[in-house]
């Protein structure tokens, strides 16, 4: 019985990633999802319209003199 050509029949498969499993070759259980970060303060502010306070201001270049004499 001859061997099929598998040069274009034939589909070559990696083999199986172990990436991400436990030692026992298990996956692990899945996150729980978003969780509330937001305190409750925050919440009625941003429902009442306040919005959290600006970044500061960048600060102002600094002056520096050319420390070379001629």
């Keep these: ?4 050509d598998c040069r ?3 589909i070559y498969r ?3 990633s172990e990436e991400g499993l436990n030692e026992l070759g298990q996956a692990p259980p899945p ?3 978003k969780k509330e970060t937001q305190d409750p303060l ?3 502010d941003l429902e009442a ?9 960048h600060p102002a270049p600094a ?5 070379r004499r001629s």
């Design 42 to 44: 925050e919440l009625r």
């Design 8 to 10: 274009s029949s034939c």
């Design 14 to 16: 990696p083999p199986r």
């Design 49 to 57: 319209g306040n919005m959290p306070p600006e970044y500061p201001a």
């Design 1 to 4: 019985m001859a061997r099929p």
């Design 31 to 33: 996150y729980d999802g």
């Design 63 to 67: 002056v520096v003199t050319d420390g």
